[in-house]
């Protein structure tokens, strides 16, 4: 039995535990995040292996979840010197049908879970919203989802940040897990599947890991980008890949971009990607963003008027994920402060983030967009270096700049490190001939110009 000494000698370590705990995610997430999404949190409970943690109504939970998982496994286990799980438990006060159709997805999640599958029970078919930017992506995912193994294998889908990729090939495993609970499948990113592979390295284990890999009917890999200059990932996933090709196992990647513009990656293995069936999302037009906004409130029962919908829809351009960010903090906040959503209350919460739209359009912000989508940092793109790697997304850059904002030459060439105005001509004049003779590419700057457009 606890004596009462030991008891209050918990609580306050449970306290400055998360007392610690709180300082660090202030500082790895930043103010505005924390202050609005972690700050209300609170340590309910703290026993051996797991942590409870109260938050006020699921809205939090979803937006923890979807931008940082992990983030509060990690910081409470590595302070408190235990490997930790994480489990969160909404507020009372949340109402009834609010908590039914929270038990519904976490009760879908342990399912996968108990199978070793661990995607996210809400990225389905049904949730996902199709317009003219991937209709062609959902097609072939769906068409891979129904008959796994038979055609467009490997399915290989890309496009930019928060576009829906990740939703698209978990939809695949939870159609697939759901209709055939004999599949052996895996969900895994990139990132995950070095770790694991150095691990098994580290400690000679090599074999379990082929075993692992190599038996499953189908394997879902997020990010492959990442695997970028890294020899000993890349060999391994090319016999990996071979070996489910060849047992007519279903394969499905995504990356940021296509497998032709994957830099330091072995021939064979973007040969490999580029086998089966190439899809690409682009950013969705008005239409799609209203249907994606009036799809979300339904799923999460926000009540939300009309003139809020087309707010937000003209005032994030491109990205699906901040599209819903914006929503679900709208949602957030009127929960706290027990406000209906309206238009003022809309533009006074997201300032910060749609206030931005009326700016002027600078160089550095295009420098941001594009690095972004070849995964660069905007440095390099400012650097000396000549490599194509970055010869290319430079003189995009200078296009754009060019096309968008009212720079003059030598102003953009001195914003991209300091080029003079020679280079700046030479540059547009090299983008807009490899617009006119690769369809693929010149899909890429229409699509990077309805982003920046201001």
């Known amino acids: 039995m606890i004596s009462p000494v030991e008891s209050e000698k918990g609580k306050e370590n449970k306290a400055e535990l998360w007392q610690r705990a709180q300082e660090e995610l202030r500082s790895r997430t930043g103010e505005q995040f924390y202050q609005m999404w972690l700050k209300p949190v609170r340590l309910k409970e703290l026993r051996a292996g797991q942590a409870v943690l109260e938050v006020p109504n699921r809205f939090f939970r979803e937006w923890i979840e979807d931008n940082h998982p992990g983030l509060l496994a990690e910081v409470l286990g590595r302070l408190s010197g235990n490997s930790l799980k994480v489990r969160y438990q909404v507020a009372e006060t949340q109402a009834a049908s609010e908590r039914r159709a929270e038990q519904a997805t976490e009760s879908r999640r342990s399912r996968l879970a108990s199978r070793g599958i661990y995607l996210n029970p809400k990225y389905t078919f049904q949730s996902f919203v199709v317009g003219p930017c991937n209709q062609f992506a959902h097609a072939a995912a769906r068409a891979v989802a ?127 990607f580029s086998m089966g069936l190439i899809a690409d999302i682009q950013p969705p037009e008005l239409e799609t963003k209203i249907a994606i906004i009036h799809k979300k409130a339904e799923l999460e029962r926000i009540q939300l008027p009309e ?37 003022p209350m809309a533009r006074t919460v997201l300032r910060d983030i749609i206030g931005q739209a009326d ?37 995009l850059v200078m296009f754009l700049a060019r096309e968008l904002t009212q720079c003059s030459l030598s102003e953009i060439g001195r914003a991209v490190g300091g080029k003079d105005h020679a280079t700046v001509i030479y540059a547009c004049k090299q983008v807009q001939r490899r617009r006119q003779a690769d369809e693929g ?14």
């Open 441 to 454: 590419f010149n899909r890429l700057v229409e699509n990077l110009i309805n982003r920046l457009r201001p």
């Open 307 to 343: 003139d809020v919908v087309h707010f937000l829809a003209q005032g994030v351009r491109s990205n699906i994920r901040e599209l819903e960010g914006c929503l679900i903090r709208l949602a957030a906040h009127s929960s706290l402060t027990g406000a209906p959503i309206d238009l």
């Open 146 to 272: 129904e008959a796994p193994g038979r055609s467009y294998n490997p399915l290989f889908i890309y496009g930019g940040a928060g576009l829906g990729k990740t939703h698209l090939i978990s939809a695949i495993g939870n159609h697939v897990a759901d209709r055939l609970r004999h599949f052996n499948l895996l969900y895994v990113t990139s990132e995950q599947f070095t770790n694991e592979l150095v691990h098994a390295i580290r400690h000679q284990k090599t074999d379990e890991l082929k075993a692992k890999y190599r038996s499953l009917d189908l394997l879902l890999l997020d990010d492959v980008q990442f695997i970028e200059g890294k020899g000993s990932t890349q060999e391994e996933l090319f016999h990996t890949l071979n070996a489910l090709y060849e047992s007519q196992k279903q394969i499905v990647i995504s990356s940021d971009r296509p497998p032709k513009e994957i830099g330091n990656l072995t021939e064979r293995l973007r040969s490999r």
């Open 359 to 395: 700016r002027p359009l600078t160089v550095e912000a295009i420098l941001k967009a594009v690095a972004e989508h070849y995964g660069l940092r905007p440095q390099e793109l400012k650097a000396r270096r000549r490599t194509k790697e970055v010869a290319l997304p430079r003189q």
